[in-house]
């Protein structure tokens, strides 16, 4: 076997190049079915390692319950309360709790407080960010504290979901108010979905 030498000057140059430090309030911030997500860390700053991102999710607003078929997942919870449904288990997860997630495990979750939730997420390997900067919509000054989502951003996210590895395979009504955008999905996408309410 060969062996390299390297200086500990050169050391710390190679391994330097890839530090980053994103403090409080900095990433890209986007919203995502009326959730704010704002990446921390991209898959192509980590070496396709992991990515990084933090959700804001507002009261009320949830994701489809989905499968991913080509990362984990991780999610601390920073602040807050949500709902998940992994499989056809209902799980509460509050501040402190964490989830992993291997792929091929349908989930959702849902904000049902008056209060936002807030965790911390990764997905290995990186690249799932790609999924939002492609749909989601950037966030800019003058956008309110709540982003409403249109049709159109759903059909996106339906439309690009097979590229980047999800499949959407259906949606429990809260148990609180209705989301007639999500019910509308039933009607558009009934093959790549199965909904009941």
């Known amino acids: 076997m060969d062996q390299v030498s ?10 330097m190049q890839n530090v980053k430090m994103v403090q409080p309030g900095e990433g890209i911030n986007l919203w995502f079915f009326g959730i704010l997500v704002t990446l921390k860390a991209l898959g192509n700053e980590t070496g396709d390692s992991y990515s990084i991102y933090e959700v804001m999710v507002p009261p009320g607003r949830g994701v489809p319950k989905h499968i991913r078929t080509q990362e984990d997942e991780t999610y601390y ?8 449904i992994i499989g056809e288990q209902e799980l509460r997860a509050t501040k402190g709790s964490f989830l992993h997630l291997p792929r091929f495990v349908p989930h959702t979750f849902e904000n049902n407080t008056n209060k936002t939730a ?4 990764s997905c290995a390997p990186g690249g799932f960010e790609k999924y939002f900067l492609e749909i989601a919509k950037m966030v800019t000054t003058s956008d309110s ?3 409403e989502y249109s049709n159109d951003e759903i ?35 009934e093959r790549l979905c199965h909904w009941s309410y």
Not at 6 to 15: D, E
Not at 118 to 121: G, K, S
Not at 161 to 171: D, N
Request: proline share 0%.
């Open 145 to 147: 504290a709540h982003h």
């Open 77 to 84: 919870m920073l602040d807050g309360e949500l709902m998940w």
């Open 155 to 189: 059909n996106l996210a339906f439309k690009m979901a097979e590229e980047y590895g999800i499949i959407f395979v259906g949606h429990r009504e809260s148990k609180g108010k209705r989301n007639d955008k999500m019910i509308s999905l039933n009607k558009n996408y």
């Open 6 to 15: 390297i200086s500990a000057s050169q050391f710390h140059a190679l391994t």
């Open 118 to 121: 807030c965790m911390l997420c």
